[in-house]
């Protein structure tokens, strides 16, 4: 044999044997511009836990960008362009979930030093304070029960930098929430801890943290403010599904720790999550 010809057989085969043995992939649907949750460069601490959980399935990570969380499960996981997404509500009706590795909740969020009483939506205080919530949310439909909707409006359009929501998605900056509330320009910010825990951490002004309770509307309709969160594989992929189901009965103390360094204070998931309706925003 051409000795050239063996050497390129050779070659070959190795590249063969190499790409046999390699680590599967994980993909995992991750945006690129989304903290705290995700970034191009990893900086997220969904990030973060997608990496231990590849670790721990023996499994290489690819993140599959996108930008627009309202179409990524038809035009991501639907479409096997990847295989998993984080920070899911527990029992959203487009995936099949595992069993939640946190819960948390939206809270109220004060000023340390003024330390208003701020428990529920009928707090006192509600009714003249500067508020700030973060549009499409369980908030925003309390802001509007308590009548304070309108002379809000203007800074809540702010936090999207004024851009209207009509047929598109509109990401709302709640690092500049957490910032406004410690410089005085609001004087009470409601949001999802996880959404903003980091944002409060890092605060030079001390804040004050305080859990919304679930409330009602005037209808009698519940306003859930407290949820499970999951990761979500494509409805059918059992197999995966069992896989990290697995991997995170062990991961578990894992997780706990990243998001302890978040600033994120879990709460215990519930055994029968109630999840919202697909879709509401998390930010």
């Known amino acids: 044999m051409d000795p050239m010809r063996f050497i390129s057989v050779a070659a070959a085969l ?19 511009d989304d903290l705290p949750y995700s970034t191009a460069t990893g900086a997220g601490f969904e990030d973060r836990l997608a990496a231990q959980l590849g670790a721990a399935l023996g499994m290489a990570v690819e993140r599959v960008p996108f930008a627009d969380p309202r179409y990524i499960v038809r035009d991501g996981i639907d479409k096997d362009m990847c295989d998993v997404m ?5 029992g959203d009706p487009r995936l099949q979930t595992t069993s939640p590795y946190y819960r948390s909740s939206y809270v109220f969020l004060t000023r340390a030093k003024d330390a208003p009483d701020v428990r529920d939506w009928n707090s006192e205080v509600l009714k003249t304070a500067k508020l700030g919530v973060i549009p499409g949310t369980p908030a925003e439909t309390m802001l509007r029960q308590i009548g304070r ?16 929501m009509r047929n598109r998605f509109v990401r709302y900056d709640v690092e500049k929430l957490v910032r406004d509330l410690a410089e ?18 890092a605060s030079k002004e001390p804040l004050r943290s305080v859990v919304v309770p679930e409330a009602r509307r005037s209808d009698g309709e519940r306003v859930i403010f407290s949820y499970d969160t999951s990761i979500g594989v494509k409805k059918g992929n059992t197999l995966l599904l069992s896989q990290i189901e697995t991997a995170m009965a062990r991961l578990q103390p894992v997780f706990d720790q990243v998001l302890g360094s978040e600033g994120i204070t879990a709460l215990t998931p519930q055994t029968a999550p109630m999840a919202a309706a697909a879709g509401v925003v998390r930010q």
Do not use: E
């Open 14 to 32: 190795l590249l063969a044997a190499a790409a046999a043995t390699a680590a599967p992939t994980l993909r995992v649907c991750a945006a690129d």
């Open 86 to 90: 984080l920070g899911v509500d527990s």
């Open 149 to 164: 909707y309108s002379d809000s409006f203007s800074y809540l359009m702010s936090l999207g930098g004024n851009r209207a």
């Open 184 to 201: 005085g320009r609001i004087d009470v910010a409601v949001a999802w801890a996880p959404a903003v825990a980091r944002y409060v951490k």
